[in-house]
């Protein structure tokens, strides 16, 4: 079974902080997805990694994949309220199965 | 990208009774689609993989009697809570994809189900 670990699990910072979440796994994923959820919502997809070390930028959001493609992180800058939610990464492990979503990290920018 | 519908988007029902949640592709003729079970502030549980015109594919643990799938076009999913109970009240997800296994999803925007 492929686990996907997220940390930390909750998150409460106050606006303009900078916060990092981390995505781990033992196992290699050809890809890896991270997604945004507001309560009440379905998650929506932020963006995908695919090459080892790939960083990607998203506005304040800077996303990166490990080198052997086992961990991601995720780096906001300057957080404000409006990226309150809950962050989920998902990895693809190429071999035709679905998604692993990873734990879960809930995220609290307060103003 | 495909925009998904999901409906109701909260509906409360009593303990016995069964309740039907549809989820439509809108825009994106859809032979999969997923139906996820999540818990407050906790991530995504895959109960089961829809096929369209073929029986669901139900994750370990979860009971194919009492959550029913039915996928009869390529635009409809439906789930069905059979005799609910307290315990079966969570935030149901539908979603989509547009690629093959491990392509990003689109998702509705889920169904509190509250079983009083």
């Known amino acids: 079974t492929q686990l996907l670990e997220q940390s930390p699990q909750f998150l409460s910072i106050q606006e303009g902080e900078n916060l990092t979440v981390y995505c781990n796994s033992s196992?290699?994923?050809?890809?890896l997805q991270w997604y945004r959820q507001e309560p009440g919502e379905g998650p929506v997809l932020l963006v995908t990694?695919?090459?080892?070390?790939e960083v990607k930028k998203l506005k304040r959001l800077t996303f990166q994949f490990g080198d052997a493609r086992k961990d991601s992180s995720l780096h906001i800058t300057a957080a404000q309220p409006g990226d309150t939610g809950l962050y989920l990464c998902?990895?693809?492990?190429?071999?035709?199965?679905?998604?692993?979503f990873g734990s879960g990290t809930q995220l609290t920018v307060l103003p | 990208g495909a925009v998904v519908s999901q409906h109701p988007s909260w509906v409360i029902c009593k303990s016995g009774t069964s309740v039907k949640i549809e989820c439509r592709s809108l825009d994106f003729q859809a032979t999969t689609m997923f139906w996820y079970r999540q818990f407050p502030k906790q991530s995504l549980m895959l109960m089961a993989t829809?096929?369209?015109?073929?029986?669901?594919?139900?994750e370990q643990g979860v009971e194919k009697d009492k959550f029913l799938i039915n996928h009869a076009s390529l635009t409809l999913s439906t789930l069905t809570v059979t005799s609910a109970h307290p315990e079966d009240s969570s935030f149901y997800i539908c979603s989509v994809a547009t690629g093959p296994a491990g392509s990003p999803l689109h998702f509705g925007n889920g169904t509190r189900l509250t079983v009083t």
């Open positions: 998902a990895g693809d492990s190429g071999s035709a199965r679905q998604l692993t």
């Open positions: 990694v695919v090459t080892g070390g």
């Open positions: 196992s290699v994923f050809s890809s």
């Open positions: 829809s096929n369209e015109g073929s029986k669901a594919t139900y």
